[in-house]
Nanobody, 123 residues
Framework: AESSCRVWGGLVQAGGSLRLSCAAS????????MAWFRQAPGKEHEFVAA????????YYTDSVKGRFTISIDNAENTVYLQMTSLKPEDTAVYYC????????????????WGRGTLVTVSS
């Protein structure tokens, strides 16, 4: 499966909300996982959240727990990231990723990547 981001990020004030979506294209007949990573300027890719194709399993990095929710629409092969209570430190380029292996927190473990979308949270 490949992934592509369909919806762009944007500029939002601290405390605001934003939803990102990402559609997997190509062959999706195998079970797969989808994730969101982010990369702030001058930093490495940071794991944000991942979800299984069934939606029954998900995992979040500690800094977004309780604020971000990852979900998946199997009919559309689309993963969403609902972000609430946004903070300036959430500012980054957000990437979706897809893979058949599992929900690794390591960027190098994911084979398929979307183009990325910039989310800017102003204070």
């Amino acid at each position: 499966a490949e992934s592509s981001c369909r919806v762009w990020g944007g500029l939002v004030q601290a405390g605001g909300s934003l939803r990102l979506s990402c559609a997997a294209s190509g062959r999706t007949d195998s079970s797969y996982y989808m994730a969101w990573f982010r990369q702030a300027p001058g930093k490495e890719h940071e794991f944000v959240a991942a979800v299984s194709q069934s939606g029954r399993s998900s995992y979040y990095t500690d800094s977004v727990k309780g604020r971000f929710t990852i979900s998946i629409d199997n009919a559309e092969n689309t993963v969403y990231l609902q972000m609430t209570s946004l903070k300036p430190e959430d500012t980054a380029v957000y990437y979706c990723a897809a893979d058949v292996s599992g929900m690794s927190t390591l960027a190098r473990a994911w084979d398929y990547w979307g183009r990325g979308t910039l989310v800017t949270v102003s204070s």
